[in-house]
């Protein structure tokens, strides 16, 4: 918010940055507004355009200039932090990486994530997410001597696909599971789905938590649609690379145990080698 | 006539939930504390996931000759000495473990061919020491935390709070109050000890590679509730921030880009850092870095939207970029359409970090007043007057463990207390419910538009280069957005009103801001970041003082607080860092430095 400067706006400010770059184009946005109880509505406001400007510099624009008290998260503007996420005409996205000029022309409708429940306007609860998030047994290396560990580097190259992940809860959001079922308390959903695999490939690791992601996590409710894969901002290949192992996993042990005896007794490196892609 | 208000209970409260608070938190809870942690944000969300270079530690698995007392010497010459050495000296031993205790919390790192920690070089760090994943290591460190966290038995956490008052019973800190940002109820906090972590302040700068959360509240906390403020007029501008599209401008452009070779050209083409530092080149300290660019583009030769060029592209390929820098591909490639494997990247100064903060003792963390703690970058003290790259993610793992041990045996000695003052709640709920009303105040303020010309008398009277005429415009200037902000008022509700909560943001900042330009005037010399125009060179009596903001009644005051020198044998250690020059040694250090650098260069 800081570098959008507003030039009708009645600061005492002069010396606009030359360099701010006003399209001369206006944009409308349709935002919606509202908190939970009310029918809340879709508001217009025009904005105007500004070179390379995202959705989150519309918001800014809207909330300096035109409605202090319209709602939105965010905090780094930098597609790092997962905290502005919305539905950008009806799809699952990050407000600060949507580039106004990649969106069609006409009216820009920006809602809340629909998956969860409303706080205000572009605002929604998603404590659901860190919920759950404690219920997953956390990483649990093996006792030993304290000495630095030696892991391979393809290991970590591996992983690091999924500890990429922002938690913006966008595939949460878009996954029909979540959405249109009312299985949100059965199934943990794709973000958890890579938190598992990420724990489960750590090559230090020493539980097992594939039968409870299958139980209570409620995998088999994924029936692989990759809806999931398609909106995450990290390209995280959340279906293949981490979804479809750990369903592996599950398979392998119910229905080929000698195969699953076999890995477990070979120790850390079965984890690692199980979960590559 | 108080509002309702909730009110909880615990004997250690840490506010904030980056690296420094987590960190806190699992110490405190670990030594059998009840722990409550209060955050701005969602968890996981904090300034800290923006940290892309690496965590610093003297690990030596590339170079094996680095060791902890040659990353003590680059850190307390990269602070140009005015830094608390003690701190510093805890820092480079401690920070070694707390790298390897965050790879068995299951925080991963890129490995050497022998699967040891990778490490890579970085601005004034003598060897190869920062520990990293990708470029993405700040958001590894707060994953691998906040799943330690939550899975800490005692250990609490509310998400979007904001603290405004610490309640103190005497002397001694007994909790907080504050409100819910998302429903806009009161919160009272009664606790045996406060750790404070709530990390730095840029947002009163226009240009600052900050999150709206960076508005100091803090250090405004601790000022209100008389601690003192150190180093405040050492803010860090860390030398690449992007310059283009406006919506990004100030957005970080990590100093890996250095780090893994890319090089600095103006708009003739020439690499300009051989005129300014020959020896370190892209890879001198960020001060020494941001001012080059600024007097290339003062002197004409800047990039089209006023930075300068930086290239990786023609020093490594496509691969190789892809998979070191992958954050930094990406962000140019979706912000600014371009691909930074084939062009070069616009770059330019930014408001990055903050140096000063709280005044805290080394080994405990402890502020000024009892029962209150800092860590983190809202504590002073480690980085001098400069900080080196990859120094704050290890600042926060070690500082936020010294600060929850130390805060948890303070709550445990001391106990909690139970009576809040009721006058002090209804006093604060009153001024914040003030900014609602429709009281006809005229002419009422707009708290955005207020804070833009904060930002911009900042930017252009307390940054990059300063003066006493700059600095006395930036404190009028203070005073009177001060006066405006008063008549700050906004419509709606008490519900995730962000328009509300900018108003009393404001206060902080102001206090902040205030304690910057003060502070800048009393350092009438240039020393790492802070740049007087009118006093281009170092002072040595000024190098043996630390710059003390208090509250005083109403009014603010600088006390100048004498530097605990080092000891000859710290003096001598200086010497291992190849920076290392024996004439640029301060006399009072010159019996104890050695003649040349043990290093080499
Ligand atoms: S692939 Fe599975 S988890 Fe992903 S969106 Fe489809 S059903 Fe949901
Ligand atoms: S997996 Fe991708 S879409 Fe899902 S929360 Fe993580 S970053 Fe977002
Ligand atoms: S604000 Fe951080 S991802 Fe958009």
């Not at chain 1, 042990?253 to 979960?275: F, I, M, T």
């Not at chain 2, 030398?239 to 401008?249: F, L």
């Not at chain 2, 007057?385 to 600060?403: E, K, M, T």
């Amino acid at each position: 918010m800081t570098e959008m400067e507003n030039p009708t706006a009645t600061s005492t400010s002069d010396d606009l940055d030359p360099a701010q770059g006003l399209t001369g184009e206006t944009l409308t946005l349709h935002v919606f507004k509202g908190e939970p109880g009310e029918t809340g509505t879709e508001q217009a406001y025009e904005v105007p355009g500004v070179t390379g400007m995202v959705v989150l510099d519309a918001i800014h624009y809207i909330q300096r200039n035109l409605d202090t008290d319209l709602a939105c998260r965010w905090n780094c503007k930098a597609a790092k932090c997962g905290s502005c996420s919305a539905e950008i005409n009806g799809k699952p996205a990050l407000l600060c990486k949507t580039r106004v000029d990649e969106l069609p022309a006409g009216p820009i409708t920006v809602r809340p994530l629909k998956a969860f429940p409303l706080v205000k306007d572009l605002v929604t609860d998603v404590s659901r997410n860190f919920e759950v998030n404690k219920e997953i047994p956390p990483f649990t290396p093996a006792k030993d001597d304290g000495k630095p560990w030696r892991v391979a580097q393809r290991d970590i190259s591996r992983l690091r696909e999924h500890r990429m992940c922002i938690e913006c809860f966008l595939c949460q959001d878009v996954c029909h599971v979540l959405r249109d079922h009312d299985h949100s308390k059965r199934f943990y959903g794709p973000r958890f789905m890579v938190r598992v695999a990420s724990l489960e490939m750590h090559p230090k690791d020493t539980l097992d938590r594939i039968d409870l992601t299958r139980k209570a996590g409620g995998m088999g409710y994924c029936n692989i649609t990759k809806c999931c894969t398609e909106v995450c901002p990290e390209h995280i290949h959340i279906t293949d690379n981490a979804i479809i192992p750990l369903k592996e996993r599950y398979a392998d042990r119910h229905w080929d145990p000698l195969r699953w005896v076999g890995r477990k007794l070979k120790g850390d490196g079965s984890k690692q080698a199980e979960g590559s892609k | 006539m108080n509002e309702p208000y909730t009110t909880h209970e615990c004997d250690v409260l840490v506010v904030g939930a980056g690296g420094a608070g987590m960190r806190a938190a699992v110490a405190a809870a670990e030594a059998g504390c009840s722990t409550l942690v209060v955050s701005k944000s969602l968890l996981g969300k904090a300034h800290t996931v923006m940290a892309e270079g690496g965590v610093s530690a003297a690990l030596g698995n590339l170079d094996g000759e680095d060791d902890w007392e040659t990353h003590f010497a680059d850190t307390m010459l990269g602070g140009q000495l005015v830094n608390n050495w003690r701190m510093v000296d805890l820092y480079a031993r401690d920070v070694i473990d707390r790298v390897y205790e965050l790879e068995r919390w299951g925080g991963i790192f890129d490995r050497t061919d022998d699967g040891r920690i990778m490490q890579r070089p970085f601005g004034a760090h003598s060897w190869k020491r920062l520990c990293y994943v990708g470029d993405r290591t700040g958001l590894e460190l707060i994953r691998t935390c906040q799943d330690k966290l939550v899975h800490t038995p005692g250990v609490d956490v509310h998400m979007e709070y904001t603290l405004t008052r610490l309640l103190k019973d005497g002397d001694r800190v007994c909790g907080a109050i504050g409100y819910r940002r998302n429903d806009g109820r009161f919160v009272a906090i009664k606790a045996g000890a406060v750790v404070l972590a709530t990390g730095g302040w840029g947002r009163m700068f226009r240009h600052t590679s900050n999150s709206w959360e960076g508005t100091g509240d803090g250090a405004a906390l601790a000022y209100n509730a008389g601690a003192d403020l150190l180093d405040m007029e050492f803010m860090q501008f860390h030398p690449t921030g992007m310059m283009w599209p406006p919506g990004v401008r100030g957005l970080l452009v990590t100093e890996a880009v250095r780090g893994e070779g890319g090089i600095l050209k103006n708009s003739d083409g020439r690499r300009f850092m051989l005129d300014y530092d020959a020896k370190k080149m892209e890879l001198s300290s960020r001060d020494v870095v941001a001012r080059s660019i600024y007097k290339e583009v003062k002197a004409g030769r800047g990039s089209p939207h006023g930075g300068a060029f930086l290239d990786i592209a023609s020093v490594h390929d496509a691969v190789y970029i892809k998979s070191k820098l992958p954050s930094m591909y990406e962000q140019f490639h979706a912000l600014a359409a371009v691909d930074i494997t084939q062009e070069p990247m616009e770059v330019g100064p930014t408001i990055h970090y903050t140096m000063g903060g709280v005044r805290v003792e080394a080994e405990t963390a402890a502020t000024t007043v009892p029962g209150l703690y800092a860590a983190g970058e809202v504590a002073g003290g480690l980085h001098g007057a400069n900080r080196l790259g990859g120094n704050s993610l290890g600042d926060i793992l070690v500082f936020g463990r010294c600060a929850g041990i130390a805060a948890a045996e303070f709550a445990k000695s001391n106990g909690v207390r139970r009576n809040v003052s009721e006058t002090e709640i209804a006093e604060e709920q009153r001024s914040m419910l003030a900014y609602l009303d429709d009281d006809g105040v005229k002419p009422v303020e707009n708290p955005y538009l207020v804070h833009v010309d904060l930002q911009k008398a900042m930017q252009d009277d307390a940054g990059i280069g300063r003066s006493e005429e700059s600095l006395t415009r930036a404190l009028n200037a203070i005073g009177e957005l001060r006066l405006r902000a008063a008549r700050a008022r906004v419509g709606g509700g008490r519900v995730l009103n962000p328009g509300w909560h900018t108003c009393r943001d404001l206060e902080n900042m102001f206090v902040i801001s205030e304690a910057i330009v003060r502070s800048a005037l009393s350092r009438r010399e240039s020393r790492g970041s802070q740049w007087r125009f009118d006093f281009e060179n170092k002072d040595e009596t000024l190098g043996q003082v630390n710059f003390a903001v208090r509250r005083d009644g109403e009014g603010m005051k600088v006390v100048g607080v004498p530097l605990e020198l080092m000891p000859p044998e710290a003096v001598k250690r200086l010497a291992k860092s190849r920076f290392y020059d024996a004439a640029t040694m301060p006399s009072y250090y010159r019996d104890a430095a050695p003649a040349t650098s043990e290093a080499g260069a």
